[in-house]
Nanobody, 123 residues
């Protein structure tokens, strides 16, 4: 089994910073892509940032220049550095990890979501 554990959310004032972490554990052959999404009650989950195994990144327009996604392959962990936070960034943030389980290339694929971590930006 593969599991994701998120951490790093909290309450911060406008203009402040937070760093979210999402660690994947279990039997993993490879990770192909990782990303961060956020969601508000009654609304659809929206993409914030993604990173491929090759290091290619993509960001929502609303966070470009403020957020940075990165990964540590040795730790199977994806990070989201959030700077210059705005009240409109307030949401539950979920990590997503896609890859292949097991010890061989033909093992089953996985597409998992973290438990979510609350980010609140307020004065």
């Amino acid at each position: 089994q593969v599991q994701l554990v998120e951490s790093g959310g909290g309450l911060v004032q406008p203009g402040g910073s937070l760093r979210l972490s999402c660690a994947a554990s279990g039997s993993i052959f490879e990770i192909n892509a990782m990303g961060w999404y956020h969601q508000a009650p009654g609304k659809q989950r929206e993409l914030v940032a993604t990173i491929t195994s090759g290091g290619i990144t993509d960001y929502a327009d609303s966070v470009k220049g403020r957020f940075t996604i990165s990964k540590d392959n040795a730790k199977n962990t994806v990070y989201l550095q959030m700077n210059s936070l705005k009240p409109e960034d307030t949401a539950v943030y979920y990590c997503n990890v896609q890859g292949r389980q097991g010890r061989i290339m033909v093992g089953p694929r996985f597409d998992l979501w973290g438990q979510g971590t609350q980010v609140t930006v307020s004065s």
